[in-house]
């Protein structure tokens, strides 16, 4: 059983910068494949990024290269997902998954197995 925790969201303005974090209860936390995905008002929930178990091998939407950046430190058991030049269509719910993930489908949400409860991103003009 592993529990994920986010936490990092908050309002900024435009142009700005966050690091969401995703802390992971559980000794197994290494073994799996962690995955962001985010929901905006109105909308599905969609594949932002994710990362192996190992840190390895990094995995982006298309539409996210360039401005997100996914990371883990398994030490510390938590994954990280780096938001710059933020843009007011980037408001959303964000959530971490967990799961192990063949790479060929690590975009799909059915094939995670835990997730976090969600941190808000707000961005303002």
């Known amino acids: 059983q592993v529990q994920l925790v986010e936490s990092g969201g908050g309002l900024v303005q435009a142009g700005g910068s966050l690091r969401l974090s995703c802390a992971a209860s559980?000794?197994?936390?290494?073994?799996?494949?962690m995955g962001w995905f985010r929901q905006a008002p109105g909308k599905e929930q969609e594949f932002v990024a994710a990362?192996?178990?190992?840190?390895?091998?990094?995995y982006y939407a298309d539409s996210m290269k360039g401005r997100f950046t996914i990371s883990r430190d398994n030490a510390k058991n938590t994954v990280y997902l780096q938001i710059n030049i933020l843009k007011r269509e980037d408001t959303a719910v964000y959530y971490c998954?967990?799961?192990?993930?063949?790479?060929?489908?690590?975009?799909?949400?059915?094939?995670?197995?835990?997730w976090g409860q969600g941190t808000q991103v707000t961005v303002s003009s």
């Open positions: 990362i192996s178990w190992s840190g390895g091998s990094t």
């Open positions: 998954a967990a799961g192990i993930v063949p790479r060929a489908v690590v975009a799909g949400t059915r094939v995670y197995d835990y």
């Open positions: 559980g000794r197994t936390f290494s073994s799996y494949t």
